[in-house]
């Protein structure tokens, strides 16, 4: 069944058109990863599907309903969560607050929502780090800090944006790990990701966008074999064999 | 000095609670008035004038003050908020509202009140809000100040509290956790506007005179939002602090320089600055982030484990 629908999504910013007739379905229980060479317009899809951008042309179906033009925080009371390449933390707010922000999506109480912000933290790894600010946190616990947030707001389908990017690698194995796990408790996952060694491991399907326009849709080895893709990534295709 | 004392303690609850209405749209949901004197004004001239014209209850009157500031707020939130005014903008926007409401407040008062609006002598009442000691008006601001202290208090500690911080820390990321930005931010309008117009109506009721500079003018909005910003924004008793320290310091200053005409002004002003500059989070913030510190060194062992 498929949760998300993209269907013929187009977004043009004056003349540069962003993001052109594109559709694709995100099923549930998934893991879709999203590629592409910087600017092919990964993160303005998730704006339009978040509802941060308003679509020139094109419906985005969430659920089975037409969600074109909601609000980001009507999407995430839906169920829909994404986090922000740039990591977007309440900087003076402590890390717990930061994640019972998100928990009180679905939990009015503030103790129920710190009890299951306290869980999320210790789901990623931030949990001693809960009375902190979160301006001083490392940009690896930024990252994790994201995904806790995002979590927290009990989605079904969660949108991530280079989640691991910006990694080292021992980090960068753990956040792979957790969102396995993720995907195993039955949580649908659309991934945008520049480590391919991450996307590759990870998605059941990967679409290629290329200015804007879907170039390629298939699994990680049909992917890592399209001879458009390799040319998209010119000079990436050791990365990509390598990545499988 | 009995009676010098308590129309200090008066006025700095007075502020205290001036403070903290404008705490909770200025301090925690982050939306820096510079205009909140045309909640105040507006507080001021309803009740007055609806006790002059129409003979209401001035304890009406405030109730009623506070439905038109509450109007007031909408009105003018809806038209910064829907279109995304934040920041500066928003502050100019509320600074421009209260200036037009000066303006308009000069105009009509010029045929019709030019010596200002004088509210009628009716003598030693709690029913009419008129006392001639001052320490009545003092039990009534402590009453108020202690109920909005209650309310920040509950504020802080629900969702609300929580949303309005989400929205003033990060408006864009507060959305994507479910947080309506529009309707927190109206609401937050609505209980700073709605409780700054009351204070209006105490105002106008303490001194039974009002003139448009008294009501609209700037010095208002900056003594407002003096105290949250000395005292520490977005904490609960951080207004109060403010407005205990600023009475303090402008009571020292003139009692000390005051013969010299002006000087005790601009010390006053220089320690202004200092603090700014020094504690730029006001007093409360600063002491939490010297505690912060402080436990941070003293269970700097366990944070090395922190990821365990």
Known sequence: MAMLKVKRLTKAFGGLVAIKDLSFELKKGEILGIIGPNGAGKTTLFNLITGYLKPDRGEIHFGGENVTGLRPHEMCKRGLARTFQITQPFANLTVLENVRIGAHNRIRSSREASREALRILEKVGLYGKREELASVLSIGHRKSLELGKALATKPEVILLDEVVGGLNSKEADDMIKRLRMLREEGTTILLIEHVMKAIMSLSDRIVVIHYGEKIAEGNPMEISKDPKVIEAYLGEEYVLAKGK | MGRYFVHLATTLLFFGYLGMAWNILGGYAGQFSFGHAAFFGIGAFTSSLLQLHAGVNPWIGMFLAGIAGLMVGLFIGYLCFRYGLHGPYFALAMLALAEMLRLG?????????????????????????QFRSKVPYYYIILIMTTAVLYLTHSIESRRIGLYFKAIRENEDAAESLGVPGFKMKMIAMSISSFLTAMGGTFYAQYYLTLDEEAAFGVAVSIEVLLGPIIGGAGTVFGPLIGAGILEFLSETTRNLLGGRSGIHLMVYGAILIAVIIFLPNGILGGLKSISRRYTRKSEGIQEGYGDA
Not at chain 2, 110 to 126: K, Q, V
């Open chain 2, 105 to 129: 407040a000069i105009q009509w008062m010029s045929t019709r009140y030019p010596l200002g609006i004088n509210l009628p002598i009716l003598g030693d009442s709690l029913l009419q809000f």
